[in-house]
Nanobody, 126 residues
Framework: VQLQASGGGSVQAGDSLKLSCAAS????????MGWFRQAPGEEREFVAA????????YYADSVKGRFTISKDNAKNTVYLQMNSLKPEDTAVYYC????????????????????WGQGTLVTVSS
């Protein structure tokens, strides 16, 4: 599966942004789609995930209530609607796909995912 993320930009605190991640290739084998982010000098961290089949969603505590992950199966695209952005949300955001089953890693783990997009930068100023 190949992933192309887009939608990043520079905004003010309190503003909104919507990220998109278009998937191509063997998308029918996808189990989970996730969004992660990485701030300078920090490790990549889980943001949100959605089950490709059932549509169940999961969020990091830091974004719960502000971010919404959704998908459009017909377009093979996953979205991340980000509202009430804070300066601490500043990071490069990556979308990821898990196309294999795994009992070793959860949807929160970087190692659960085997395909990654190129990242899109989100900068939130105060």
């Amino acid at each position: 599966v190949q992933l192309q993320a887009s939608g990043g930009g520079s905004v003010q605190a309190g503003d909104s942004l919507k990220l998109s991640c278009a998937a191509s290739g063997r998308t029918f084998s996808t189990y989970i789609m996730g969004w992660f982010r990485q701030a300078p000098g920090e490790e990549r961290e889980f943001v949100a995930a959605i089950m490709w089949g059932g549509g169940g969603t999961y969020y990091a505590d830091s974004v719960k209530g502000r971010f919404t992950i959704s998908k459009d199966n017909a377009k093979n695209t996953v979205y991340l609607q980000m509202n009430s952005l804070k300066p601490e949300d500043t990071a490069v955001y990556y979308c990821a796909a898990a196309t294999t089953s795994s009992a070793s890693y959860s949807y929160r783990d970087v190692l659960r995912y085997n395909s990654w997009g190129q990242g899109t930068l989100v900068t939130v100023s105060s």
